[in-house]
């Protein structure tokens, strides 16, 4: 009997010392700011993708799905969204308080603002125009624990954490333009259709803080690739429209996701 015991105790401290969070650290979105609509994500072939509109800005909408804080090192077309190098999980990221959500809206310039994200031309693509168009058309977190539970003040915006790797600039970002050349050598590239633009500036603070990494590994990688829908219906991953689709044109009190730009005057 006594054995019994202490068997369930045992049991008890191996589950107590168990993770308590079973699923992503993080969950990842894009929104089409021009439209406020979060796009779809289309399961294909073991990839997640979303369907892009030229010429619209668009956000990286991220969500802590834990009660700890979390660090994101944000991946767009294989640069660090924050340093501007090409993308390794060790560099700078984004720090999430316990279940926050934030939008990351651009390359980040200053601590006060950032260039838009914006679907462009594969040519205008800023990966392209650095001669990095190899990984265009994919947007990627890594996502790391803090190693010690210390309680910190909410912050909104989200701060940024040093990486053990972070330079502001780094030799193959300053390389000749030579988009044309690249993306011709590259059989990916010529392939995917539209990149993420460097677009206008926006007002963005920030601040820093610190962050300990509980592992040197990220505990998660996730990614979405994207690409013009003509490009997605070409590669199966979204059906072919045959004929106009019914919409109910009923109004609605709630239609939409966010607040868009108004058009402008002519």
């Known amino acids: 009997m006594l054995h019994r015991i202490l068997a369930s105790l045992a049991t008890l401290a191996l589950l107590a010392c168990a993770p308590a969070h079973a699923g992503p650290l993080v969950d990842v979105s894009v929104v089409d700011r021009d439209t406020g609509e979060w796009l779809a994500q289309h399961p294909h072939r073991g ?20 009660g700890e804080r979390v660090l994101v090192v944000l991946s767009v ?134 962050f300990d990494r509980a592992t040197r590994q990220p505990e998660q990688v996730s990614e979405v690739r994207y690409d013009e829908y003509r490009r997605l219906v070409a590669l199966g991953v979204v059906p072919r429209r045959h004929g106009p689709t019914w919409r109910d044109e009923s109004p609605r009190a709630f239609p939409g996701g966010f607040v868009a730009d108004p058009p402008r005057y002519r």
């Open 47 to 66: 990839d997640l993708w979303v369907a892009g509109t030229p010429g619209n800005r668009y956000s990286v909408r991220l969500t802590n799905t834990t």
């Open 77 to 210: 077309d294989g640069i660090n969204a924050i340093t501007g190098q090409t993308a390794n999980p060790s560099q700078a990221g984004y720090v999430l308080e316990p279940w926050q959500t934030t939008e990351v809206t651009g390359w980040r310039k200053s601590m006060n603002d950032v260039a838009q994200f914006v679907f462009t031309d594969l040519g205008d693509s800023y990966a392209a125009r650095t001669g990095r168009p190899r990984n265009v058309g994919v947007i990627g977190v890594a996502a790391f624990r803090e190693a010690r539970a210390y309680r910190y003040p909410q912050y909104t915006p989200p701060p940024i954490a040093r990486g053990s790797m972070e330079k502001r600039a780094e030799a193959e970002a300053a390389a000749p333009a030579g988009s044309s050349r690249g993306i011709a050598a590259n059989d990916a590239a010529r392939q995917q259709s539209i990149g993420t633009g460097h677009g206008g500036r926006e007002w963005s603070p920030t601040s820093r803080t610190g």
